[in-house]
């Protein structure tokens, strides 16, 4: 993966020159009035070679606001095709944050919000990347480690939103491992890919049933982060849903909401790339990333509804719909993770129900958790990187929904409390004892128009996130 600007932090009295990019804040800058008062506006001046870029009122700026604003002027230099500049650091005093935090959020909106995928696209000449020089006057050191991790933070976001655009004639549960195997030799990651046979042999039987109708069966992907060994080390372990392509199979999607499936693997290239990430920050917590791939189609010996399954945990499930494919991998999934790792927390993320749209829209991401700290700390994580959450029940009376009548529990409980039924599910495969917390990103795990920092389609919700709440615990 290339980045389309090359972001580096120099003295200023080293600058060789070129367009200069200021930032004001109003009221308190009378130049503001004529380059507008919403933050991201830009106003040239081509002949100061100076470009001054609102920062927005002063009392409201904050470190998302930079984000944004890194976003804007990055958009901005693209089509004004300026091939580099520097900006002046210590103009962004202004936005009342220090020097480092400033330029570290800055430089996470320049290089999120540079993205594009390319990849499929005929015709179009590369372009050099454009060099943009941060210019520091003081806290050097501090300032180039702080943009430094905001790159591989960025790195980090920008590899899930790759991975999941890659269409599902691409993508698929085997090439998926593959393209992992190489990611983990190049990270420094443990690798150990479970196929369709050791799955079956050890009694996963939902994630081997969710992938029998497609012609590339299962995989279970387990990447590991060994940190640095303290007096606990169990890990933190990551569980994440990648259906490579989900049809809904025999509960078949509509014309409409068949389009655009290839996202429904989201939350597991959000685990990828967040292990990814932490070896390339060399984070010292112990980390294990288990991603379950399956792609979910129809054919003659595809799971049908009033199947039952036996899980990997032993329990029994009644299939209701096979569009309710998610929670059955990650069923398998979860089991998997406490039986080997016995980790000290588990988080999952998951594409998993139309449901938390209806409920948060696409600002925030539901939350369902048996586990107040893991659960506020996942919260607190959020509100600092932006990438937001909003706590869901999972109230014990909400398990009569998916009470199995010929089997242990069922698959889905119809329409009512839908995303909290799909955490109630997940519920049933964490033991009483590991603190647990399932992330339903349906409704931010791509986005439909652009935003700020980031182009229409996969945002890679989550990695940020994730990475902000380990690296918290140390």
């Given at each position: 993966?290339?980045?389309?600007?090359?972001?580096?932090?120099?003295?200023?009295?080293?600058?060789?020159?070129?367009?200069?990019?200021?930032?004001?804040?109003?009221?308190?800058?009378?130049?503001?009035?004529?380059?507008?008062?919403?933050?991201?506006?830009?106003?040239?001046?081509?002949?100061?070679?100076?470009?001054?870029?609102?920062?927005?009122?002063?009392?409201?700026?904050?470190?998302?606001?930079?984000?944004?604003?890194?976003?804007?002027?990055?958009?901005?230099?693209?089509?004004?095709?300026?091939?580099?500049?520097?900006?002046?650091?210590?103009?962004?005093?202004?936005?009342?944050?220090?020097?480092?935090?400033?330029?570290?959020?800055?430089?996470?909106?320049?290089?999120?919000?540079?993205?594009?995928?390319?990849?499929?696209?005929?015709?179009?000449?590369?372009?050099?990347?454009?060099?943009?020089?941060?210019?520091?006057?003081?806290?050097?050191?501090?300032?180039?480690?702080?943009?430094?991790?905001?790159?591989?933070?960025?790195?980090?976001?920008?590899?899930?939103?790759?991975?999941?655009?890659?269409?599902?004639?691409?993508?698929?549960?085997?090439?998926?491992?593959?393209?992992?195997?190489?990611?983990?030799?190049?990270?420094?990651?443990?690798?150990?890919?479970?196929?369709?046979?050791?799955?079956?042999?050890?009694?996963?039987?939902?994630?081997?049933?969710?992938?029998?109708?497609?012609?590339?069966?299962?995989?279970?992907?387990?990447?590991?982060?060994?940190?640095?060994?303290?007096?606990?080390?169990?890990?933190?372990?990551?569980?994440?849903?990648?259906?490579?392509?989900?049809?809904?199979?025999?509960?078949?999607?509509?014309?409409?909401?068949?389009?655009?499936?290839?996202?429904?693997?989201?939350?597991?290239?959000?685990?990828?790339?967040?292990?990814?990430?932490?070896?390339?920050?060399?984070?010292?917590?112990?980390?294990?990333?288990?991603?379950?791939?399956?792609?979910?189609?129809?054919?003659?010996?595809?799971?049908?509804?009033?199947?039952?399954?036996?899980?990997?945990?032993?329990?029994?499930?009644?299939?209701?719909?096979?569009?309710?494919?998610?929670?059955?991998?990650?069923?398998?999934?979860?089991?998997?993770?406490?039986?080997?790792?016995?980790?000290?927390?588990?988080?999952?993320?998951?594409?998993?129900?139309?449901?938390?749209?209806?409920?948060?829209?696409?600002?925030?991401?539901?939350?369902?958790?048996?586990?107040?700290?893991?659960?506020?700390?996942?919260?607190?994580?959020?509100?600092?990187?932006?990438?937001?959450?909003?706590?869901?029940?999972?109230?014990?009376?909400?398990?009569e929904q998916i009470k199995g009548d010929d089997s242990d529990i069922k698959?889905?409980?119809?329409?009512?409390?839908?995303?909290?039924?799909?955490?109630?599910?997940?519920?049933?495969?964490?033991?009483?004892?590991?603190?647990?917390?399932?992330?339903?990103?349906?409704?931010?795990?791509?986005?439909?128009?652009?935003?700020?920092?980031?182009?229409?389609?996969?945002?890679?919700?989550?990695?940020?996130?994730?990475?902000?709440?380990?690296?918290?615990?140390?």
């Open positions: 993966m290339s980045r389309i600007i090359d972001l580096n932090v120099i003295k200023k009295d080293e600058w060789m020159g070129g367009l200069l990019i200021r930032f004001a804040a109003a009221p308190e800058s009378l130049s503001l009035a004529s380059a507008g008062k919403e933050a991201g506006d830009v106003r040239l001046n081509p002949a100061e070679k100076e470009a001054l870029v609102s920062l927005g009122l002063k009392d409201k700026v904050k470190a998302e606001t930079l984000r944004r604003v890194g976003g804007a002027l990055v958009r901005w230099l693209e089509k004004n095709e300026i091939e580099g500049a520097g900006v002046d650091l210590a103009s962004l005093t202004e936005s009342g944050l220090p020097v480092p935090e400033a330029a570290f959020a800055l430089a996470e909106g320049l290089l999120l919000g540079a993205f594009k995928f390319k990849r499929h696209k005929t015709g179009q000449a590369a372009r050099p990347a454009i060099i943009i020089n941060l210019l520091a006057e003081s806290a050097l050191d501090e300032t180039t480690a702080l943009v430094e991790k905001a790159g591989v933070l960025a790195d980090g976001t920008n590899l899930a939103r790759e991975l999941t655009h890659e269409p599902p004639n691409v993508i698929n549960p085997v090439t998926l491992a593959e393209k992992v195997k190489n990611l983990a030799a190049e990270a420094g990651l443990k690798c150990t890919i479970l196929d369709e046979r050791q799955l079956a042999e050890m009694g996963a039987g939902a994630i081997v049933a969710v992938g029998k109708g497609s012609a590339t069966p299962s995989r279970l992907i387990v990447l590991e982060h060994e940190g640095v060994p303290n007096g606990d080390n169990r890990p933190v372990a990551l569980v994440g849903k990648a259906i490579t392509f989900d049809t809904g199979g025999y509960s078949l999607k509509s014309v409409e909401g068949i389009v655009g499936m290839k996202y429904d693997k989201s939350g597991g290239m959000v685990v990828i790339a967040a292990l990814v990430a932490a070896a390339r920050l060399r984070l010292k917590t112990r980390i294990v990333g288990v991603v379950a791939a399956a792609e979910n189609m129809i054919s003659g010996i595809a799971y049908r509804p009033n199947d039952i399954l036996k899980s990997l945990s032993g329990k029994t499930i009644e299939i209701i719909s096979t569009d309710a494919e998610g929670r059955l991998v990650l069923a398998d999934a979860l089991t998997y993770t406490q039986q080997a790792y016995g980790p000290r927390a588990v988080i999952d993320l998951a594409t998993l129900t139309g449901g938390v749209i209806t409920a948060l829209g696409s600002v925030r991401a539901g939350i369902m958790s048996n586990d107040e700290g893991l659960s506020q700390a996942l919260i607190a994580a959020g509100e600092s990187t932006y990438e937001r959450l909003w706590p869901l029940p999972l109230d014990e009376e909400y398990f698959n889905s409980g119809g329409k009512k409390a839908h995303p909290v039924i799909g955490g109630m599910f997940l519920k049933q495969f964490v033991g009483d004892s590991t603190p647990w917390a399932h992330i339903d990103i349906a409704g931010v795990g791509n986005a439909e128009a652009d935003l700020p920092y980031c182009p229409k389609g996969a945002t890679g919700f989550g990695v940020r996130l994730l990475l902000e709440y380990i690296q918290n615990l140390a």
